[in-house]
């Protein structure tokens, strides 16, 4: 039997059933019979259509609050609690769809932002707040370029330009570089991607400022060599005097390429991953005497150089490097001292851990340039260290050997008065097997 003829069956059958009453009766008894039977009908199915109504304007659409009915009533409620069954099960899918989804940007290093068609925000994930200053909470539904207003990212959005990404350096956070990419999507949705490019800058930044200063360092002795050459090339007599005075500018100009080149070299073997460091035993009072005597032969009697040895610890590491690091931190000290000024070498242990200091009563140095001191080639008066023979490189070099070392430096200074660089090392490499008192 079809849905039709199946759901029309009671009312064929009251009809039946009246035409017998008019058959063996009269057509009073047979129409009153058939009005009420149909009004109880009317009245059942009403029944059922506010019992309808009622559950569709709940919030609760689930299976346990469908109404009860039976018949054809029953047939469609059945109907309906598949579907909403299957609403539920589409539902719950998309929602862990959802979720993993949410978990998986939340999780991303990038920065996620859901626009509508009119930018609006729709969902935003947590590294996306931090870049961009949002909050999910209070701006879903906020206009994007009423958060972020700067005219470039405006501008971005106004050209509809999605093919290169935007570079924003003046974000939310002021030391924070963003990389902005817009990716439309779905029905005019756009997906805008932020990703912290900070790192990225700055080493581009410092490659910059490498091949600059690399260039201009180069630049100096191989004009001073090429002028004398060409001098002494094109004199037809020449002068004894004028010829020693030339070889020797040259040499010292050749020297300080060479020591340039040595930093260089010695930079980039720190630097690299696949050298791994060969420790062993480092004997720090021994080299600390072995130091003394280098700062007293290159000061040639200038300045007033103490050793202060408070303990005969040792250290695993590598001696090589922990000497090139020291030796540069005692030359500097040389460098930036006036004559008879007192420089100050010292090892001993503090709070479980290996303290070698450097101590001078030089020109000191201005607060605002401590944190960059360990870069290559940064100086505070440029003028003077080449005077001196500086290379620019020493501090970047000490840093480099501390961080293969687990060691870190701290710098005091006042201006004036002089400074003191502290390398502190872990007590885990720090070996005690005796103490002892010596100062020499």
């Known amino acids: 039997m079809s849905g039709f003829w199946q759901r029309s069956f009671g009312i064929i059958f009251l009809t039946f059933i009246t035409f017998v009453l008019w058959a063996i009766s009269d057509v009073v008894i047979a129409l009153t019979f058939f009005s009420v039977a149909l009004l109880l009908l009317v009245i059942l199915y009403i029944r059922h259509l506010v019992a309808l109504d009622r559950w569709l304007r709940t919030s609760d659409l689930s299976l346990s609050s469908i109404p009860d009915a039976s018949g054809a009533w029953g047939d469609v409620f059945a109907a309906l609690a ?17 979720e993993r989804m949410q978990r998986a940007t939340s999780a991303m290093p990038d920065g996620v932002v859901i626009l509508d068609e009119s930018d609006h925000i729709e969902w935003c994930n947590s590294m996306a707040e931090h870049h961009l200053g949002i909050s999910l909470a209070l701006d879903t539904g906020q206009q994007i370029t009423y958060l972020v207003r700067q005219l470039q990212f405006v501008g971005y959005l106004a050209a509809k330009d999605y093919s290169r990404p935007l570079i924003l350096k003046h974000s939310h956070h002021h030391q924070l570089v963003l990389s902005l990419q817009l990716v439309p ?21 410092m490659r910059r400022d490498f091949i600059a200063n690399i260039s201009h360092e180069l630049r100096t002795p191989l004009t001073v060599i090429g002028g004398f050459l060409e001098t002494l090339s094109e004199e037809e007599q020449t002068d004894a005097a004028m010829n020693k005075q030339a070889l020797s500018l040259m040499s010292d100009q050749a020297r300080r390429m060479q020591r340039l080149v040595e930093d260089l070299l010695t930079l980039s073997r720190l630097e690299n991953a696949l050298n791994p460091m060969k420790e062993k035993k480092v004997d720090v009072a021994m080299m600390s005497r072995d130091l003394t005597r280098e700062a007293e032969s290159l000061s040639a009697g200038r300045h007033h ?33 006036p004559n008879e000024g007192e420089i100050i070498l010292s090892w001993t242990v503090q709070d479980g851990q290996g303290l070698f ?84």
């Not at 609403?87 to 899918?93: F, I």
């Not at 756009?190 to 912290?196: A, G, P």
């Not at 931190?329 to 040389?334: E, K, M, P, Q, R």
């Open 82 to 98: 598949r579907f909403v069954r299957q609403h539920s099960q589409s539902q719950e899918r998309m929602s862990l769809a959802l």
């Open 185 to 205: 999507y779905g029905y005019k949705q756009k997906l805008l991607i932020s990703r912290d490019i900070t790192r990225f800058e700055k080493i581009e930044t």
């Open 305 to 337: 150089i103490k050793l202060n040895l408070a303990t005969d610890a040792q250290l695993t590491g590598s001696e090589d490097e922990l000497r090139s690091a020291f030796s540069n931190l005692v030359s500097n000290a040389i460098r930036y001292t």
């Open 357 to 440: 200091f450097v101590q001078d009563s030089g020109i000191g140095i201005e607060p605002e340039h401590i944190p960059r001191l360990t870069e290559r080639f940064y100086r505070i008066d440029s003028s003077r260290s080449r005077e001196t023979g500086g290379t620019g490189l020493g501090l970047a070099i000490v840093k480099h050997v501390l961080n293969r070392h687990q060691a870190r430096l701290d710098i005091v200074s006042n201006v004036g008065k002089g400074s003191r660089f502290n390398v502190w090392f872990p007590a885990k490499r720090l070996l005690l097997e005796s103490s002892a008192n010596d100062q020499d």
